[in-house]
């Protein structure tokens, strides 16, 4: 298995809700990684996960919430989200997190904020 | 300050003409740069890194440090070439970061 897999494609949440996001991969990356793209925009780093620790968290706002259960599995939590939130957010992994190791990306979840 | 500068938003040809999307990097150190491809609909994917001198789809780019450029050049478009570009810079060396330019969208004309 060669893809990182992202659940669900899409998300309509409202400003109250909790929802989180999923990320899987089976390539034996130890290094993952969160991103915000906005339409036409550049992905903006928003965390780094190296050995299942957290290792960067680009000062996002606390109603982003990673975790990393294991080397394979990578989630964001969401809760108490604003409008100004919805993007497509990314997945990607690398075999480590440091050097310059090609990163591979997930296909996103398009996440609406009402 | 690390930054990657893609200058042109939108380049468009005519199929079978050169192509050279632009890329400037400010970086103190020793630079790792690389070329990410965003096709309609798909996901974002590595193109090619400087470090690998590949040729991918016939594309190639080569580290300038003088001119601290990395741009991408390919010597005839094709209309599958049309994505958009995205230029991006290793961050500190203890890190995974990626500085992404702010892309340019390749169309490719008939």
């Known amino acids: 298995d060669t893809e990182v897999t992202q659940t669900p494609k899409h998300l309509v949440m409202g400003m109250t809700n909790k929802k989180s996001l999923k990320c899987e991969q089976h390539?034996?990356?130890?290094?993952m990684y969160w991103y915000k793209q906005k339409a036409k925009k550049p992905p903006e780093l928003m965390f780094v996960y190296s050995y299942e620790k957290l290792s960067i968290n680009e000062s996002v706002p606390s109603r982003f919430s990673p975790e990393c259960p294991n080397s394979s599995l990578l989630n964001l939590h969401l809760h108490a989200l604003q409008p100004e939130d919805s993007a497509l957010y990314l997945c990607?992994?690398?075999?480590?997190?440091?050097?310059?190791?090609?990163?591979?990306f997930g296909p996103g979840t398009r996440l609406t904020v009402l | 300050a690390q930054r990657v500068t893609q200058p042109e938003k939108l380049l468009s040809v005519f199929k079978g003409a050169p192509v050279e999307l632009k890329c400037n990097y400010s970086y103190s150190g020793s630079p790792e740069l690389f070329w990410y491809v965003q096709y309609s609909r798909q996901r974002l994917q590595l193109l090619l890194r400087?470090?690998s001198r590949e040729s991918i789809k016939g594309f190639t780019a080569d580290l300038n440090k003088g001119e601290t450029s990395f741009h991408l050049k390919k010597p005839f478009a094709q209309e599958e070439d049309s994505a958009m570009y995205y230029c991006a810079l290793r961050g500190p060396s203890n890190t995974g970061k990626l500085i992404f330019g702010q892309g340019t969208t390749l169309q490719v004309k008939p």
């Open positions: 400087h470090i």
């Open positions: 390539m034996g990356h130890r290094a």
């Open positions: 990607a992994s690398s075999r480590e997190g440091r050097g310059g190791h090609e990163q591979f």
